[in-house]
């Protein structure tokens, strides 16, 4: 149980590849503040699986995108648990379309959302992980933030930009033994997969040496260990979970 006694508060929670950091972590001892957007009825199941593992575990609807609410939020965690020693800036959407027709608000939202959701985050749990002089930081980027994509500019640009928040963040940081780093998940089965047209689903996994699609589960092991003791001089690095995609 490698996160004994730690509080982990996790955006995006309720379902998909949060969730199943969520449960990983409560699987290794860690007390769970999961955060989303307003799926309750989601974010109420996920929060009896990790109940049922004989953890802590509050639920928290809140909008990352809204740096006041962030705030408060933060407020609200460390009253009901005291400290939190893992940050995974999780929560994310797709807006997608070709830049020539793409709305202003679709570049805004996913940007508000997927990059300075993390941002608020970080920014509002700053001073707490600077004084515990110790925390982890894991951002969920992607393939995409690494690599481009057509029909996904607003997408990679925050995923691009939360590498350099990454990065930036793990500099100002490390001397305080608190780490940042990124993920760069593939294609991974989800709910906000399962919206991809089966041609173009088709296509990607031609695209994957391995020939399948990854598991929230296969992006969830990797957390756990970037938040753990064992990865205590990792920081500043972009990790692909893509099954060869991006060699
Ligand atoms: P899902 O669509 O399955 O889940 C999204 C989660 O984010 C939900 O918990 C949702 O809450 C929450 N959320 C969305 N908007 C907000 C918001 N404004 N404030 C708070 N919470 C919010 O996504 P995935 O699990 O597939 O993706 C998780 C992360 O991984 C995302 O950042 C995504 O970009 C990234 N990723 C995913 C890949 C994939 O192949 N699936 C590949 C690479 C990266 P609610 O349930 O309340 O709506």
Redesign the pocket.
């Known amino acids: 149980m490698q996160l004994q006694d730690k509080v982990a508060l996790i955006?995006?929670?309720?379902?998909?590849?949060?969730?199943?950091i969520a449960l990983r972590m409560a699987r290794e001892g860690a007390s769970i503040a999961a955060?989303?957007?307003?799926?309750?009825e989601?974010?109420q199941k996920t929060a009896e699986e990790i109940q049922s593992l004989g953890v802590k575990v509050k639920t928290y609807?809140?909008?990352?995108?809204?740096f006041a609410a962030t705030g408060e939020l933060v407020k609200a965690v460390l009253a009901d648990f005291g400290q939190v020693d893992i940050l995974v800036?999780?929560?994310?959407?797709?807006r997608d379309g070709l830049l020539l027709s793409m709305k202003e608000e679709d570049f805004d939202d996913v940007l508000?959302?997927?990059l300075k959701?993390a941002f608020h985050l970080t920014r509002h749990l700053y001073s707490h992980f600077m004084r515990k002089r110790r925390g982890r930081i894991i951002n969920?980027?992607?393939?995409?933030?690494l690599h481009g994509n057509a029909g996904q500019a607003n997408?990679a640009a925050?995923?691009a930009g939360l590498i350099g928040l990454t990065k930036s963040t793990a500099k100002e940081l490390a001397g305080r033994s608190v780490t940042c780093n990124a993920?760069?998940?593939?294609?991974?089965?989800?709910?906000?997969?399962?919206a991809i047209p089966e041609k173009a689903r088709e296509a990607i996994l031609a695209s994957i040496p391995a020939k399948k699609?990854?598991n929230?589960e296969d992006?969830a092991a990797l957390a756990a260990f970037l938040a753990g003791d064992s990865a205590s001089y990792i920081t500043g690095e972009v990790i692909r979970v893509?099954g060869g995609m991006g060699m």
């Open positions: 955006t995006g929670a309720s379902r998909g590849i949060g969730k199943a955060v989303y957007a307003g799926n309750h989601a974010a609807a809140c909008d990352v995108s809204d800036n999780n929560a994310g959407i797709t508000n959302t997927n959701g969920i980027s992607s393939v995409v933030g997408y925050a995923k993920i760069a998940p593939g294609y991974i089965e989800s709910d906000m997969t399962a699609p990854g929230p992006v893509d």
